[in-house]
């Protein structure tokens, strides 16, 4: 799916009502626990592309995913000020939003804090594995005709993760799938130039704990 088609479906069947998102906890959601997922070993910090760890993350300004914030998750993380969290909820015309067997959960707008693009939350059910292998089914079904895509094993926060990066559109872009409780937590990045997200993204990755609210 390209990528002005893409983010032009989601934000017309994501401005419908929202509600909260919070996952069932009696019921741990498939994809295993953090069992399943990547060894706590993370790969090196690397500079330059494709990754580019060097790029300092956002001060922290907006709290995600915890007891009384928009929209509660199995993993909490900051995102800088301004930034506006909305839930997303299934429509009755339309069920969940979502590609291959990725819902989507919780929209991150950028906008409000003069930038241009989104971060997105999604759900993987259905595919066996830990984290690469829901991510990697997740960056099939989101960006199909994806190049060059790279996967690492790291630490985000106190968490274990798979991060995936990949050009589309003719520029670099990024996913990443959080270790949980109750399945990895896969997301996304999604901006006309996804470089102008990347302090907030990183904000993400150095911020994401397990929700124990």
Excluded at 117 to 129: I, K, P
Excluded at 138 to 154: H, I
Excluded at 179 to 191: F, K, R, T
Excluded at 200 to 206: E, G, H, M, N, P
């Amino acid at each position: 799916m390209h990528r002005r088609t893409r983010a032009a479906l989601l934000a017309a069947l994501t401005l419908g009502p929202l509600a909260g998102c919070a996952e069932d906890k009696d019921q741990p959601a498939a994809g295993g626990s953090p069992s399943a997922s990547p060894s706590t070993t993370a790969s090196p910090v690397v500079p330059g592309p494709p990754w580019h760890d060097e790029v300092a993350a956002a001060p922290a300004g907006v709290p995600v995913g915890g007891k009384g914030t928009p929209c509660a998750l199995p993993v909490t993380f900051s995102l800088p000020a301004g930034w506006k969290v909305k839930a997303v909820k299934p429509s009755a015309e339309g069920g969940d939003l979502g590609v291959g067997n990725a819902t989507l959960l919780c929209e991150l707008d950028s906008r409000p804090a003069g930038e241009l693009g989104f971060l997105r939350v999604w759900r993987v059910d259905g595919v066996a594995g830990g984290a690469e292998e829901h991510l990697k089914h997740f960056v099939g079904a989101y960006s199909p005709k994806a190049t060059g895509v790279e996967y690492r094993r790291l630490r985000a926060g106190t968490l274990d993760a798979v991060e995936a990066s990949y050009t589309e559109d003719g520029d670099p872009d990024r996913a990443i799938a959080l270790a949980s409780l109750y399945g990895p937590i896969v997301l996304s990045l999604d901006a006309p130039d996804p470089a102008d997200l990347l302090p907030a993204y990183q904000l993400v990755k150095q911020s994401a704990r397990i929700n124990r609210d």
